[in-house]
């Protein structure tokens, strides 16, 4: 999975006839309606498919249309952990720093947040930063840490974006700073919670007008899949490199299409780079293709990753394959950073045909190492 998709489309973006039963799971799963559901993943996940193999482990963990069996569903996690699904991964973090279900290991907890975390999960980013701020798994380091939650803080999580205004007051992990501290904790009070909000006040009530300004001008500026403000500059004012690396990067993205004769337009994208693999993530697809020159004939494979806004179940993953699934009609730009990349894609899988049409400036620092795309 190169990048979870910003969009909630109005209908699922993909299907495949072979795995149909995965939309009759997820429907069932959104009604609660647990025993169908374990009807329609068992076939699925025997078969090897590792989003069943994931839902199946869930059920049994939790009890869910089958008798609770902690072990047996652990076990079908892993299997799906073992195929790169993400959230099984993060899963298996979880099940081993907790040790509920089998014996706590905090070693095993980090190996697993790491894979998830590589591949953007945000909550595994957010757990391997406090591995690393606690020293549970692996050497303490907060310099670690802090690289982790600026990953997970700028998908929009709210408990990272609060260690990082955290991290900001006290110095650990980064220079103190009570502005950058400030505009960090000002984000993290956009979720509501009471104690986040509470943060900000308080650190609000120790700044200066000036630096209250200041921090109100970054966070401002922040949107979601850019980095979170961030600055060594001297503390007190509104440091201009803090200013820049939050500003959104410049791109005119379009999606339009129909999905089983319901027509959708969507406007929206982020790009991440990925320098050490020569690629980039926009929206659903990568177009480096892993080489450095961008071309159409790079582009071998789009990993889709899709979420349905009328039931939060009904997200889907497949990778679809060029030139039966989709056409590169062009591509330009260099994969480097701060480097401009446009072009189109047009595609038609089932029932369902888009037209992806892109120009974006790609933003000046790579994303999390590690990522790779279809070659």
Same mark, same amino acid.
């Given at each position: ?30 009604? #609660? ?19 069943? =193999? ?25 299997? &799906?952990?073992? +195929? ?23 070693? +095993? ?5 790491? *894979? ?7 909550? $595994? ?25 600026? *990953? ?30 400030? $505009? ?19 650190? &609000?009530?120790?700044?200066? &007008?000036? =630096?209250?300004?200041?921090? *109100?001008?970054?966070?401002? !500026?922040?949107?979601?899949? +850019? ?5 060594? $500059? ?9 200013? &820049? ?37 926009? %929206? ?24 349905? !806004? ?15 699934? %989709? *056409? ?22 089932? #029932?369902?045909? %888009? ?21």
């Amino acid at each position: 999975m190169l990048l979870r998709t910003l969009l909630a489309l109005c209908a699922i973006l993909c299907c495949n006839a072979a795995l149909a039963g995965l939309k009759e799971g997820y429907a069932a799963l959104a009604r #609660k309606d647990y025993v169908t559901a374990m009807k329609e993943y068992r076939p699925l996940a025997e078969r090897g498919n590792a989003e069943a =193999q994931y839902r199946v482990g869930r059920m049994y963990e939790f009890g869910q249309g089958v008798p609770q069996d902690k072990a047996l569903g652990i076990a079908w996690v892993r299997k &799906a952990a073992e +195929q790169n699904h993400a959230d099984a991964q993060y899963e298996l973090g979880v099940v081993y720093g907790t040790g509920d279900g089998v014996k706590q290991d905090d070693v +095993q907890a980090v190996a697993w947040f790491r *894979k998830a975390a590589m591949q953007g999960d945000s909550m $595994a980013q957010y757990n391997l930063g406090q591995s690393y701020a606690n020293g549970q798994g692996v050497n303490k380091d907060y310099a670690q840490a802090v690289d982790w939650w600026r *990953k997970s803080a700028a998908q929009g999580n709210a408990d990272a974006q609060f260690k990082l205004g955290v991290v900001y007051y006290t110095g650990q992990g980064v220079e103190k700073d009570p502005v950058l501290a400030l $505009a960090n904790a000002t984000i993290a009070a956009r979720s509501g919670d009471k104690e986040k909000v509470a943060f900000r006040d308080d650190l &609000a009530k120790d700044a200066t &007008a000036e =630096q209250r300004r200041s921090a *109100k001008l970054l966070a401002d !500026a922040w949107k979601v899949g +850019q980095p979170l403000p961030g600055s060594t $500059a001297a503390s007190g004012s509104a440091p201009k490199a803090a200013v &820049a690396s939050s500003a959104p990067v410049k791109t005119r993205c379009s999606a339009t299409g129909s999905m089983s004769g319901e027509k959708f337009t969507a406007n929206n994208c982020v790009a991440s780079l990925y320098g050490d693999q020569h690629s980039v993530a926009i %929206f659903m697809f990568c177009p480096g293709g892993g080489k450095e020159a961008a071309a159409a004939s790079a582009v071998k494979s789009i990993d889709l990753n899709t979420n349905h !806004a009328k039931s939060p179940m009904a997200g889907i993953q497949r990778v679809v394959e060029a030139p039966r699934d %989709f *056409k590169v009609e062009k591509m330009t730009g260099e994969i480097k950073p701060g480097g401009t990349l446009s072009g189109r894609i047009v595609g038609s899988l089932d #029932k369902t045909a %888009f037209t992806f049409d892109f120009e974006l400036s790609l933003p000046t620092k790579d994303a999390a190492a590690g990522m790779s795309c279809g070659k």
